[in-house]
């Protein structure tokens, strides 16, 4: 079975600050994908990154940055300098080599930010 | 390159009614997956359809069922509605399985 946690239900920073959202999930695959979307009001997903667990480097875009960690099955999500244009829910998904195209999602994250 | 369209974008429908839904991939794409989101239940997993195909199928009711067409376009039908069946439904696509699935604007469905 798969899971993924999303701890933080709601985060609420000021304009600026940087802030990251956890995510901590379990699988019994050896190869699996993890995936970050973000909702915004209007409910469409939008891709942000996916990383395969073969792939342990962390990985910047921007004012965005992941960080990967097998050994403690984390794929932390880090916005610096957050705007107000970043307010939304933040998914965490896995998909692993066993189950397809199923993605299981965390409960997501609702950021706030506030100008 | 168009997006994922799901048709159509609201949907209100009384108890016992039935309802089908509609998803357009992106243009290549040959998955086409769905998915029920909920306040109480979060984001969870209906079924894959590939290549006409039905690949997997998540933890739901019979009521809920699908198609795709040859264009790889799909379809999710949903039988004897129940209040509990409001919900956003999404669909999204994916060349191949395991690949970055592009999610479409999803439908939201309100049964009275």
């Known amino acids: 079975a798969q899971k993924v946690t999303q701890a933080q239900t709601e985060i609420s920073v000021v304009e600026k600050e940087d802030v990251t959202l956890d995510c901590v999930y379990e699988t019994r695959d050896t190869t699996y994908y993890l995936f970050w979307y973000k909702q915004p009001p209007s409910g469409e997903l939008v891709f942000l990154i996916r990383?395969?667990?073969?792939?342990?480097q962390n990985e910047i875009s921007g004012r965005y940055s992941w960080n990967f960690q097998k050994s403690t099955s984390s794929f932390n999500f880090t916005i610096t300098a957050s705007q107000v244009v970043d307010s939304a829910v933040y998914f965490c998904?896995?998909?692993?080599?066993?189950?397809?195209?199923?993605?299981?999602f965390g409960g997501g994250t609702r950021l706030m930010v506030k100008p | 390159k168009a997006g994922v369209t799901q048709t159509p974008r609201y949907l209100i429908k009384t108890r016992g009614q039935q309802v089908t839904l509609s998803c357009s991939p992106i243009s290549g794409h040959r998955s086409v997956s769905w998915y029920q989101q909920t306040p109480g239940q979060g984001l969870q997993f209906l079924f894959e359809y590939f290549s006409e195909t039905q690949r997997n199928k998540g933890n739901f009711p019979g009521r809920f069922s699908g198609r795709q067409f040859s264009n790889s376009r799909s379809e999710m039908n949903v039988s004897t509605l129940e209040l509990g069946d409001s919900a956003l439904y999404l669909c999204a696509s994916s060349f191949e399985s395991q690949e970055t699935q592009y999610f479409g604007p999803g439908t939201r469905l309100l049964v009275l």
């Open positions: 990383r395969n667990s073969f792939d342990e």
């Open positions: 998904a896995l998909s692993g080599n066993n189950a397809g195209n199923m993605l299981t």
